[in-house]
């Protein structure tokens, strides 16, 4: 997704030994770049058309890591406490949970080791990887798909598809869309942001809950915002009790998963019963190419082997 100024301001948490090499990428490379991606003592990488290629000092790109930028152990924690504003503590709950957000809704994905306690992570020490994931604009397609989702009038929604396939960036659109006076009309849009990536993106009327867990996010969204619309990113099996709370209460929700096919979606089993009684009605399914249009299918049909499209 296109974001001119995405990649500077990502740039803006890098070293400058890093930052100077990624700052001699010609325009139209930086345009494309969706991922940095920096790994302790390999070659710095960057994520263009869904290809991973490798940074030269130059600027230029090659699809071979010699002679590449290295990323040492020092530029790798340097980045790290940049992106946490300084302070590793103040970041530590997003750290368990494997990312950072950084200004801009841009995202820093973390890999170290982590130390457990009963299944559940209680600290993560010595990062070994950074996958800075750049925000993208609204594509022209959010307008189209507003149409596609909502044109008949508000319904339960779901935007479907793989990693880097623009699910966040649509939703971000469409939350802006039905905020700023979407046919003449500002639609009240509540949106649990739990990892900080929706930020800005509402229009005059939307509400962004940003930090809350997802599934307490939505339930106080209908308690206290009377939303027309529910909105959050990247559903999972712990939140469909929250979704079908929300339904119960006569809210429509617009969610985006991860998933690349109709058979993906069928196999997940906590999710039938959210598609079978109608939480959602139409579920757009993104291919794996940013900026493609999605596919929009009625979710009743989506449950059989035959599938119809709506458009």
Not at 199 to 220: Q, R, S, V
Not at 241 to 270: D, Q, Y
Request: charged share 20%; hydrophobic share 35%; aromatic share 4%.
């Amino acid at each position: 997704m296109d974001n001119p100024k995405g990649y500077a301001q990502v740039l803006s948490f890098l070293p400058p030994q890093l930052r100077e090499s990624l700052s001699r990428l010609p325009e139209q490379k930086r345009r494309q770049v969706t991922e940095i991606r920096l790994r302790q003592g390999k070659t710095l990488c960057l994520t263009l058309g869904g290809g991973s290629f490798f940074l030269q000092p130059s600027g230029q790109l090659s699809p071979s890591p010699a002679g590449g930028v290295q990323v040492t152990g020092s530029l790798l924690q340097e980045t790290l406490l940049s992106c946490c504003g300084r302070s590793l503590h103040s970041c530590a709950d997003q750290l368990r949970q494997g990312f950072v957000t950084l200004p801009g809704g841009h995202r820093a994905g973390v890999a170290g080791t982590a130390r457990t306690e009963g299944g559940q992570v209680l600290s993560v020490h010595g990062i070994t990887s950074l996958n800075i994931r750049i925000a993208g604009a609204a594509p022209d397609g959010a307008a189209l798909l507003t149409e596609k989702l909502f044109g008949g009038g508000l319904c339960g929604a779901l935007i479907a598809g793989p990693p880097l396939s623009g699910k966040t960036t649509l939703l971000k659109g469409i939350i802006g869309s039905l905020s700023g006076g979407w046919r003449g009309q500002y639609l009240r849009v509540a949106a649990a942001d739990e990892r900080g990536e929706l930020t800005g993106c509402g229009g005059e009327t939307a509400d962004i809950l940003t930090g809350y867990p997802k599934a307490y996010a939505l339930e106080l969204a209908v308690r206290s915002l009377s939303p027309q619309l529910l909105c959050c990113d990247e559903l999972a099996a712990g939140e469909a009790e929250a979704v079908l709370t929300a339904m119960n209460a006569g809210v429509p929700l617009l969610c985006t998963i991860h998933a690349s096919s109709p058979e993906e979606l069928r196999r997940r089993r906590w999710l039938r019963p959210l598609l079978d009684g109608g939480v959602f009605d139409r579920v757009a399914l993104l291919s794996g190419c940013p900026g493609c249009p999605a596919r929009v299918f009625r979710a009743a049909e989506l449950l059989q082997e035959g599938l119809s499209c709506c458009g």
